[in-house]
């Protein structure tokens, strides 16, 4: 199953390379050019046949967070620091997984600490610097490990689905897009999670005329310290805004229309923690009106984040229709 796989995959941020190559393989027989560019972004072209067609660029991020070796002590404990953002108390006692297979538990003195990863270490069960240096050397990158599994109610959970929710999604969608009237730029970034780094730079390369982020959004409907209205199992989310990007008025309209016209549940989504490529596009070049769809997640951030699946295919059903329109723009 490709979601599971794409969840599973080793992806911490800065180092994509597994998900991309998964990816490729995935989407050649769908594509008209496949480039893999200087950063490691992915951008699979689908060419439109329209006569007054659009540039659409979109965009979901490969990377997850992670772990990255800063220091071997002498008694074999491994210090890290954070490639994204980490939660310290969902990392603590979690399980580590590197590159090379190694697996290690992350512990340490953190009763005194806030979200301080200082005093943080990865145990792989080695008793000196000695022995530990011949399976992890500085800069190797840790992701968690979190098993994909099925729960109750159309529910998934697995580690990364931020956002390889996303990339599924997109390459589902590009499956089903037959003959588009639009062109449309898929692009899979890198780095999101460092400062939406990958998008920066393939809205540079394709100047598009409007750009959607394909992401998770914090889901509310759970004890939790954030405050907002998204739902598991309510709809695709049509992003208003984030701390990162007020999106196109004209577009969201536009997105609302379509999930009516073609039988499709959404909510609207709006938070006040958090941000998505859609900055990155919104910003390029000399601006681009820019859009989102997301998929209310709980737990994110962290080894085990939840998502219901019919919110999921709601989101490729909208995203297949979205691209398809005719865009005016005054």
């Not at 769809?293 to 989101?315: C, F, K, Q, W």
Request: with cysteine; charged share 25%; aromatic share 8%.
């Amino acid at each position: 199953m490709l979601l599971k796989e794409l969840s599973q995959a080793f992806g911490v941020a800065g180092y994509e390379k597994e998900v991309r190559e998964l990816i490729k393989e995935e989407v050649k027989a769908y594509s008209d050019e496949i480039i893999t560019d200087a950063m490691g972004n992915l951008i699979v072209y689908k060419m439109g046949e329209g006569p007054q067609k659009k540039k659409i660029m979109l965009a979901a991020h490969m990377d997850e967070i992670g772990l990255q070796v800063t220091k071997i002590e002498n008694d074999g404990q491994i210090k890290v620091k954070t490639l994204g953002f980490l939660w310290l108390s969902t990392t603590y006692m979690s399980r580590f997984k590197f590159r090379n297979g190694i697996i290690g538990i992350a512990a340490g003195r953190i009763e005194d600490q806030k979200n301080e990863f200082t005093k943080l270490y990865i145990d792989i069960g080695a008793k000196s610097k000695e022995e530990a240096s011949k399976y992890v050397k500085l800069g190797d990158v840790a992701s968690y490990i979190g098993e994909y599994i099925e729960l109750k109610d159309n529910n998934i959970a697995a580690k990364a689905l931020d956002d390889r929710i996303g990339c599924y999604i997109m390459v589902e969608a590009l499956k089903r897009i037959v003959k588009p009237q639009n062109d449309i730029y898929f692009t899979f970034t890198v780095q999101e999670e460092l400062g939406c780094r990958g998008a920066k730079v393939c809205a540079e390369r394709i100047k598009p005329d409007l750009g959607i982020a394909i992401d998770v959004t914090p889901a509310h409907d759970y004890p939790c310290d954030l405050e907002g209205s998204n739902t598991l199992g309510a709809g695709t989310g049509i992003k208003i805004s984030d701390p990162s990007v007020i999106c196109d008025e004209y577009l969201i309209d536009e997105m609302v229309q379509c999930c009516e016209e073609n039988a499709i549940k959404y909510q609207y989504d709006v938070i006040d923690k958090g941000g998505t490529d859609a900055s990155s596009i919104n910003q390029s070049n000399l601006g681009v009106r820019t859009a989102g769809i997301t998929v209310a997640t709980r737990y994110p951030h962290g080894p085990n984040s939840m998502v219901n699946m019919l919110d999921v295919e709601a989101s490729i059903q909208l995203l297949c229709k979205y691209v398809d329109r005719s865009f005016i723009f005054e």
